[in-house]
């Protein structure tokens, strides 16, 4: 008898790399992707959910997309379309998804499929946490429920890559994030520092792994937009794809080769700083741990299951 599937729900504001992770997981053969939850961040809640039904459209897959919150918690909304395209899939004017979201609101279906796996639910979290703090308001026995939720967000090193302090996702809702961080739900938090250097997609390598197959095809095409993005802005030597690396390590926690438990706050008054992840690697402050942190990873297994999932 076979192993039974791990259970992932995936929260997502989909644009192109969390497109990636997204077929990463839904291609698992090890995963059952339950549910998938949009919220605004890249692009507007609507084309979010859009691009994600879109994905699960592609890759044939049987799970079902719930729309989220419109808006941060507590501040406007502000997309990320300088870095993905208008459409967040590098402006492809893909043709509309027959699938249709589901019903249910996203804040109500993380708190309905997580207390109906509890115990053994993955949640990746690949965009601002606006759902998932509203959920845990709502509901926080919630925190409680979560097998391990891997956040694609922050910074364990100061890397910002939206203002010099703050990654994107935390820095769109850092209410959310402090929320989430204080809940006492198991975290691993993995910044997006961990997408750079060597860990970036080369062109070399983006045009090998578009010849794998329709899948790859469309996931090198739609970060079209996130590579100039990359090389020109960030100027690094190829595409940054922080969702999909968060991705992998959910998949395979081996590729998180450096693990640590600290007491991380996240900044909400400052403007300089907003978003900021605070990590008291040293514990001066003397506050008890809440997250653990990826301070580093396998960057060679990250592009092999990269490549073993897109090509599958």
């Not at 989430?180 to 970036?200: C, D």
């Not at 008054?269 to 653990?292: A, H, Y």
């Amino acid at each position: 008898m076979s192993d039974p599937k791990r259970i992932f729900v995936i929260d997502t504001d989909t644009a192109s790399d969390d497109a990636v992770a997204l077929m990463m997981a839904l291609r698992a053969p090890d995963v059952q992707v339950v549910g998938i939850t949009s919220v605004a961040g890249n692009v507007d809640v609507q084309q979010a959910t859009r691009n994600a039904l879109t994905v699960v459209e592609r890759c044939n897959a049987d799970a079902p997309v719930y729309v989220g919150l419109a808006k941060p918690l507590l501040r406007p909304a502000s997309d990320a379309t300088f870095f993905h395209g208008h459409d967040g899939m590098g402006d492809l004017n893909l043709a509309p998804p027959r699938l249709q979201p589901a019903g249910l609101h996203a804040v109500d279906a993380l708190i309905k499929l997580i207390g109906e796996y509890a115990g053994h639910v993955t949640l990746v979290t690949l965009g601002p946490l606006t759902n998932v703090a509203a959920a845990l308001i709502k509901a926080p026995e919630m925190a409680r429920q979560v097998q391990q939720c891997y956040i694609m967000g922050g910074a364990a090193n100061t890397i910002g890559n939206i203002t010099p302090a703050a990654e994107y996702n935390i820095w769109c809702d850092p209410e959310a994030a402090r929320i989430v961080f204080h809940s006492s739900m198991p975290v691993l938090m993995i910044g997006h520092e961990h997408s750079l250097g060597n860990a970036v997609l080369t062109r070399v390598e983006l045009d090998d792994i578009r010849t794998l197959g329709p899948i790859a095809e469309l996931a090198v095409d739609c970060n079209a937009a996130a590579y100039r993005a990359s090389t020109e802005w960030l100027h690094e030597a190829g595409l940054t794809q922080p969702d999909p690396v968060a991705m992998s390590i959910a998949l395979d926690p081996t590729i998180c080769t450096v693990r640590e438990t600290h007491y991380v706050d996240v900044e909400t008054q400052s403007e300089l700083t907003r978003g900021m992840t605070v990590v008291d690697r040293f514990e001066v402050l003397k506050r008890p741990p809440n997250i653990d942190v990826c301070y580093a990873i396998d960057v060679e297994r990250w592009k092999s299951l990269l490549r073993e999932l897109l090509g599958g």
